[in-house]
């Protein structure tokens, strides 16, 4: 049994956010295996089942995904390395995805909150490319920004390949997968 956890915002006014890219890729995950997310109360969670994986959306704000994540894990009995989390990064070109077995947040507010509840940076995770805003003092306001126009012509290309990404960790081992997306541009 593999977890995969899309980080994001719940609410409206966050849907189309660069910030809400983990929710988009696990939403898309779920339309592709038809299906449903249903509310569980003890994660606080939207998840959805099926027999060989559980979806994710933490519905606690992006700084508090790690009580979401620490929960699901003990409650499945699952060792961290099936945990997969995916979530927007600034640090990588627009469009690019990275997968790695573990490392540090980067400093992701979604990723220092996982790390701090699981006392471990020892678990996979997909990082998503939304580039960076040109000037620091934005940062906020671009990650919660939705994307260009030039930029949502290409999102569900990439949002494509993060699913199959996430479909490959289900079936392969973490070393192959790796080496098949992160040499992808």
Same mark, same amino acid.
């Given at each position: 049994?593999?977890?995969?956890?899309?980080?994001?915002? /719940?609410?409206?006014?966050?849907?189309?956010?660069?910030?809400?890219?983990?929710?988009? #890729? #696990?939403?898309?995950? +779920?339309?592709?295996? *038809?299906?449903r997310?249903?509310?569980?109360?003890?994660?606080?969670?939207?998840?959805? @089942?099926?027999? $060989?994986?559980?979806? =994710? @959306? /933490?519905?606690?704000?992006? *700084?508090?995904?790690?009580?979401?994540?620490?929960?699901?894990?003990?409650?499945?009995?699952?060792?961290?390395? !099936?945990?997969? =989390? =995916?979530?927007?990064?600034?640090?990588? !070109?627009?469009?690019?995805?990275?997968i790695? +077995? &573990?490392?540090?947040?980067?400093?992701?507010?979604?990723?220092?909150?996982?790390?701090?509840?699981?006392s471990? @940076? !020892?678990? /996979?995770?997909?990082?998503?490319?939304?580039? &960076? /805003? %040109?000037?620091? &003092?934005?940062?906020?306001?671009? #990650?919660?920004d939705?994307?260009?126009?030039?930029?949502?012509? !290409?999102?569900? +290309?990439?949002?494509?390949? +993060?699913? $199959?990404?996430?479909?490959?960790?289900? $079936?392969?081992?973490?070393?192959? =997968?790796?080496? %098949?997306? *992160?040499?992808?541009?």
């Amino acid at each position: 049994m593999k977890l995969i956890v899309g980080l994001g915002n /719940p609410g409206k006014e966050f849907y189309g956010s660069r910030h809400n890219l983990g929710f988009e #890729v #696990v939403s898309s995950l +779920a339309k592709k295996f *038809n299906l449903r997310f249903k509310s569980d109360s003890y994660s606080r969670s939207e998840i959805a @089942k099926c027999r $060989d994986f559980v979806l =994710v @959306k /933490p519905q606690t704000f992006m *700084n508090l995904s790690g009580f979401a994540v620490r929960s699901l894990i003990k409650r499945l009995d699952l060792d961290p390395k !099936d945990l997969l =989390v =995916v979530f927007d990064d600034i640090t990588l !070109d627009f469009g690019r995805i990275k997968i790695a +077995a &573990s490392g540090s947040s980067g400093g992701h507010n979604g990723m220092n909150s996982i790390i701090e509840s699981l006392s471990s @940076k !020892d678990f /996979p995770r997909l990082r998503i490319g939304i580039d &960076s /805003p %040109k000037r620091k &003092s934005y940062l906020t306001d671009f #990650v919660l920004d939705r994307f260009t126009k030039e930029e949502a012509m !290409d999102i569900a +290309a990439i949002i494509g390949l +993060a699913v $199959d990404c996430c479909c490959d960790f289900v $079936d392969f081992r973490i070393d192959y =997968v790796m080496n %098949k997306y *992160n040499k992808r541009k």
